[in-house]
């Protein structure tokens, strides 16, 4: 069993910046491809990037390429998502998500991960 937790979500004016954190449980994270989606209101919950568990493989969604980044600290068990250039379609409740067993791939579907986050609030203004 893995627990998520995210942090550094919050509000920022257009063009701003923020670095998301998500912090895991346990012994083995660099056996897991981690994931962060977001999901406005009323909206499904939609990929935003992952990262394979060696932190050699990654991607990106087509609507955050150039301004958002994943990556992770396996030392720390820590994954983040550094988010430039912040726009206000941007705003969302964004999440975390692990899946196991998964050191040398990525997953861009929801229904691959195994665990998730309880989701940090990022809203930016116009």
């Known amino acids: 069993q893995v627990q998520l937790e995210e942090s550094g979500g919050g509000l920022v004016q257009a063009g701003g910046s923020l670095r998301l954190s998500c912090t895991a449980s346990?012994?083995?994270?660099?056996?897991?491809?981690m994931g962060w989606f977001r999901q406005a209101p009323g909206k499904e919950r939609q990929f935003v990037a992952t990262i394979s568990g060696n932190g050699l493989n990654t991607r990106h969604a087509d609507d955050v390429k150039g301004r958002f980044t994943i990556d992770r600290e396996n030392a720390k068990n820590t994954v983040y998502l550094q988010m430039n250039n912040l726009k206000p379609e941007d705003t969302a409740v964004y999440y975390c998500?692990?899946?196991?067993?998964?050191?040398?791939?990525?997953?861009?579907?929801?229904?691959?991960?195994?665990?998730w986050g309880q989701g940090t609030q990022v809203t930016v203004s116009s």
């Open positions: 346990g012994r083995t994270f660099s056996s897991y491809a």
């Open positions: 998500a692990a899946k196991e067993s998964a050191r040398y791939y990525v997953f861009t579907e929801r229904l691959q991960y195994n665990y």
